[in-house]
Each structure stands twice: as structure tokens, then as C-alpha cells.
């Protein structure tokens, strides 16, 4: 298992940025592909984003394609998750997890962080 850490919410006003932060500590953080979800109030928790163990293949969510970009740097044990355009909808909790291999499907992934809260305003 491989303990995850998020950082980088807050509050922005809509048309703004924010760039995530998941720090991974326990077993090799390159062995496992990384995924970005998150979880309005009164909504079920959503894919955002996926990301190989190597950068090269990368998924996004319809709602966050051309804002949002996932990157790692494996030397540093850590995923982002940089998000522009923001808007009020995109107001979440959002979460870092780990998988085997990138998947849009929430069940494969095995270890979850606590989560960072991200508010928009409009």
C-alpha cells in the first residue's frame, strides 16, 4: 500500500487556478498509476483525471478536458493536478488514488488520500 497526501485546495473565484499536490509515501509511488476523483456535496465521487506510472498516458473527464492537466514527478513521489478555468461546478473535495493501471473506474483503485477541498466562486 501507498500512503497518499493532498495539498493545494482553497478558495478561487471562477476563471481562476489551483494547482494539486499528492505526495506519496510507503511502497515504490512508480510502480502505480495515479488517478484524481472528486466528490460535490449530495453527488457520488467522480473521475477526474488518470496518469501512468510514466506520464505517457494520460485520461481526463469530459468536464475537465483542455483545464485541467495531470502530471507526476516520480523523484519527488508526487502527482498534480493543475486546474484552470475554474469554475463554480468544479467545487469538490478531491481526491488522489493509486491503481495498477490508469482507469477511469473508481473500484480499481486501491489507496485513497484524504482529500483537499477546492470552492469556486462565481
Known amino acids: 500500500q501507498v500512503q497518499l497526501v493532498e495539498s493545494g485546495g482553497g478558495l478561487v473565484q471562477a476563471g481562476g487556478s489551483l494547482r494539486l499536490s499528492c505526495a506519496a509515501s510507503g511502497r515504490s509511488f512508480s510502480n502505480y498509476a495515479m488517478g484524481w476523483f472528486r466528490q460535490a456535496p449530495g453527488k457520488e465521487r467522480e473521475f477526474v483525471a488518470a496518469i501512468s506510472w510514466s506520464g505517457v498516458v494520460r485520461y481526463y473527464a469530459d468536464s475537465v478536458k483542455g483545464r485541467f492537466t495531470i502530471s507526476r514527478d516520480n523523484a519527488k513521489d508526487t502527482v498534480y493536478l493543475q486546474m484552470n478555468s475554474l469554475k463554480p461546478d468544479d467545487t469538490a473535495i478531491y481526491y488522489c488514488?493509486?491503481?495498477?493501471?490508469?482507469?477511469?473506474?473508481?473500484?480499481?483503485?486501491?489507496?485513497w488520500g484524504q482529500g483537499t477541498q477546492v470552492t469556486v466562486s462565481s
Open positions: 488514488a493509486s491503481t495498477r493501471v490508469p482507469t477511469r473506474q473508481l473500484r480499481e483503485y486501491g489507496s
